[in-house]
């Protein structure tokens, strides 16, 4: 086997929470310390103006998604983001991992996916990537052992 150079994860489900139910929100505001109303206030009214027209694709993402890799402090721990608006392919489908192992110069078997559903790790397992379904942080911390991966 391969050692394994390059790790890819997904966010919603394994880095942070899969939903932003209520609930779910009000945890993360909470454990990173957000200032509630703010958080809140970008999941309300940033989808209805993007759904009818009134926001573009790229400050919806501003307000929603990359909002949570600056809030989260992402980019200290990771080199780069592979999302799907700017690729034109999402999960499951294997373009978006193709992207992934073109932009990073990897070949298949040097990767590693991580994923909270099933189906997203069928196209990287069919492409030659290493997969872990992603169940609890001890389950994760055990397969990465199992592959020799040192995190």
Not at 31 to 44: K, P, V
Request: negative net charge; contains cysteine; aromatic residues 12%.
């Amino acid at each position: 086997m391969a050692r394994i150079t390059t790790l890819f994860w997904d966010i919603g489900g394994v880095i942070l929470t899969n939903g932003w139910d209520r609930n779910s929100r009000k945890e993360a505001g909470e454990a990173f310390h957000l200032d509630w109303e703010d958080f809140q206030d970008r999941h309300e009214l940033s989808f209805p103006a993007f759904d009818t027209g009134q926001l573009s694709l790229n400050e919806y993402l501003d307000r929603t998604l990359f909002y949570r890799i600056e809030a989260f402090h992402l980019r200290s721990s990771f080199q780069v983001f592979f999302s799907s608006c700017y690729i034109h392919s999402r999960k499951p489908e294997e373009g978006i991992f193709r992207v992934a192992l073109a932009v990073t110069q990897r070949r298949p078997e040097e990767c590693l996916f991580i994923d909270d559903r099933p189906l997203n790790l069928e196209a990287p397992r069919r492409l030659g990537m290493s997969v872990i379904h992603y169940q609890s942080p001890d389950q994760l911390r055990a397969d990465l052992r199992q592959l020799q991966v040192e995190v």
